[in-house]
């Protein structure tokens, strides 16, 4: 008997015509006339549904059909009660704008229709689509908890997918990473960043870039895309063989100059929610900025304000205006013209119309279904957030009153009230900057509370910056940090890790807060030098310390003359996270620091006028090594990203260094060993 060591040895069964025909029939239960008769039928379906979307209802037709068949994720039918959300819907689902944008506020219900149009373009058009996003992690969060349960929740869907089974005899790709299929039917979703080492001189990610699209091409939170995307978003719908291939996309705003802020100004027709007020008869359209938040007139300002320059709003509506609670809890929505109240009536009552031409956006868009002329320049339109029956003005204003700096009031405008950004963004302002210069301190600033030393390492020699510290009024530590003044004593190079520790002996500072990148070693061993459990005859006399003004806890007085060695990264919901470091075979307890919070502290010390620099000080663009020079060539994006590699920086930097590390040492856990502080840029930190 012959034995098989393999399974590969052994001979495989004759495959009879018998036993092909049973595979065939197992695999293929309609055979190959059954596939051919579904792709008939969803053939004459597909040009049923062109015919009657692209010549016939239109928006309506999408209407009717989200209204009877369109289920949420969670299985409830889409909600109604919002009254621009008829308007809305019309712009979105005319076939014949080729190109919208939606500016929004948070919690909309723009992601919401766009899987609603992504779920009729597979059901009734049965036509392929892509759905793009920022990330691939946002990716990940549309496909499985949304668009899935989605399609799941619809009839129709369910129907057509059972039927493709049976006739093609296999089930539908459904996948949580990329990939829908309704009855053979796919929704492609895809990433606009770079993906890795496969994105390396590509513009987008290979995810966007390698799919073809027949009908809308769909991209959400547009704002964070990189440049192009778009565009590139567009091409992938050329081959498409229907009448018209639209494009929808949107996002919460930025600041100035972002993409949905470019997007909206250079679009041909700009549809907002258009008010009449019922005292003075005035028309409007319904915004923040005037509705809500009163124009002030400032100083040196040729145009009336809103906002200043760390973005607190400078007045709005209130009936009470003798406490800051009292104006946000009687606060209300105005008339811009007479500020008489408008009701929820009179806003109810508004209507979309053209910021340009006038026209209102019902109008508009049975005029382009009935010429059936594609309108190829840009259509923007905005979601009114005040107009949104889940918008409690109290309670946005009361978040936008305790944002702590510049990056939360945008974030409060952008994501609360669907507002554009005027603040936060670009470079610090020079203007602003150079009135720092010879800025009297306040009466009763005496001795300073606190001297910290910045340094900002650089080749070869510490950039290297002396500030005195004012306590600002607060309950908390951590508001007098916020509010505190801050006075630039010096500015210089000093050399190697030596000249820091001379310039903080020198000056007798408390705390010297210094980036621990490249001389991670040397920044080690000078942190090790001075460590709280030793006297050394450069640490500051206690008594200096002890002669503050500020309350501190009785350990606080072991612990002066300590460095804080700081490394910068991204951290997500966190300023600072505890951490350590090896260096050289050594471990350094460390603080990660958060690189958007500690270059916005310094944003914030400028543009609220608490920076404090020398009279002598001037302002000249051709010496690159002055502090002012240095202060201005940092970027802020706007995404709230500060833009790495502008060079030179290092003024900001060791600033940076210096203020976080006068908010660490109130609001940080100690090491009980020994004391290193750290914070920072993808490495580490310690205390010195």
């Not at 019922?278 to 007139?297: E, I, Y």
């Not at 290297?464 to 500015?491: D, H, I, L, P, S």
């Not at 505890?578 to 307890?589: A, L």
């Not at 590699?645 to 976080?660: I, K, M, Q």
Request: proline share 5%; glycine share 8%; charged share 25%.
């Amino acid at each position: 008997m012959k034995v098989f060591h393999n399974a590969l040895q052994m001979p495989r069964p004759r495959l009879t015509a018998a036993n092909r025909n049973s595979i065939v029939k197992n695999r293929d239960p309609a055979g190959l006339a059954g596939r051919r008769l579904f792709a008939e039928q969803t053939q004459a379906q597909k040009q049923k549904a062109i015919a009657r979307f692209w010549y016939g209802d239109g928006y309506l037709y999408f209407q009717e059909w989200v209204k009877q068949n369109y289920r949420t994720h969670s299985g409830l039918p889409l909600r109604w009660d919002e009254p621009f959300f008829a308007g809305f819907i019309s712009a979105m689902a005319n076939p014949w704008l080729l190109r919208v944008t939606v500016v929004k506020g948070a919690q909309m219900g723009f992601t919401e229709i766009l899987i609603a149009l992504v779920a009729f373009c597979l059901v009734e058009l049965r036509s392929s689509t892509i759905y793009c996003v920022e990330e691939k992690l946002k990716l990940m969060d549309i496909v499985g908890p949304r668009a899935q349960p989605t399609i799941d929740s619809i009839e129709a869907a369910q129907m057509l997918r059972m039927m493709a089974l049976k006739m093609r005899g296999r089930k539908d790709t459904d996948t949580k990473q990329r990939n829908i299929d309704v009855g053979g039917v796919p929704v492609y979703f895809a990433f606009a960043g770079k993906a890795g080492k496969s994105g390396q001189g590509r513009q987008v990610s290979s995810s966007l870039s390698s799919v073809p699209v027949e009908a809308y091409a769909i991209a959400d939170e547009v704002e964070s895309f990189p440049p192009g995307a778009l565009n590139i978003l567009l091409e992938r719908t050329s081959a498409s063989t229907l009448p018209t291939c639209p494009l929808r996309c949107g996002s919460t705003p930025g600041a100035e100059g972002g993409v949905v802020d470019v997007e909206v100004k250079t679009s041909r027709y700009f549809f907002d929610w258009f008010v009449t007020c019922p005292h003075c008869g005035s028309g409007q359209f319904l915004s923040p900025k005037g509705n809500l938040f009163r124009p002030v007139s400032v100083e040196g300002k040729s145009e009336m304000q809103y906002f200043d320059a760390t973005g607190n709003p400078l007045d709005w509506f209130y009936r009470d205006g003798s406490t800051l609670a009292s104006k946000i809890e009687t606060s209300y929505l105005g008339c811009s013209k007479c500020y008489e109240e408008l009701s929820r009536s009179t806003i109810e009552g508004g209507a979309y119309r053209c910021q340009h031409s006038g026209e209102m956006l019902a109008d508009f868009t049975d005029r382009v279904q009935k010429t059936r002329k594609p309108i190829v320049e840009g259509v923007a339109l905005r979601l009114p957030r005040l107009a949104s029956n889940l918008f409690k003005l109290q309670e946005r204003l009361a978040r936008l009153a305790q944002a702590r700096n510049i990056s939360d009031r945008a974030d409060c405008l952008q994501q609360g009230f669907g507002e554009v950004s005027s603040f936060g963004a670009g470079r610090i302002d020079k203007s602003l900057l150079l009135e720092c210069i010879g800025r009297p301190l306040p009466e009763g600033c005496g001795k300073p509370d606190l001297i910290v030393v910045g340094a900002d390492q650089g080749l070869g020699h510490q950039i290297t910056v002396v500030t005195y510290w004012y306590w600002g009024e607060g309950k908390t530590e951590r508001e007098k940090w916020e509010r505190a003044r801050v006075e630039v004593k010096w500015f210089g190079f000093a050399y190697r890790m030596e000249g820091v520790e001379s310039v903080a002996r020198e000056w007798q500072a408390d705390f010297v807060g210094i980036d621990m990148n490249p001389e991670a070693y040397s920044a080690g061993q000078l942190a090790k030098k001075f460590r709280p459990d030793r006297e050394t005859e450069s640490c500051k006399p206690i008594e200096a310390v002890r002669s503050s003004s500020v309350e501190r806890s009785p350990d606080y007085f072991d612990k002066a003359g300590i460095a804080f060695l700081f490394y910068q990264t991204a951290l997500k919901g966190e300023e600072v996270r505890n951490s350590t470091r090896k260096v050289q075979g050594e471990e350094y307890p460390a603080f990660a620091l958060d690189r958007t919070f500690g270059m916005d502290s310094v944003l914030e010390l400028v543009h609220s006028g608490r920076l404090h620099l020398p009279k002598d000080w001037v302002y000249d663009p051709r010496d690159k090594e002055s502090f002012l020079y240095q202060m201005l060539t940092p970027e802020r994006t706007a995404k709230a990203q500060w833009v790495e590699g502008n060079e030179p920086d290092h003024a900001f930097h060791a600033l940076n260094f210096a203020s976080v590390t006068a908010m660490c040492w109130f609001d940080l856990p100690r090491p009980t060993s020994f004391v290193f502080a750290g914070v920072g840029n993808k490495q580490s930190s310690a205390y010195y």
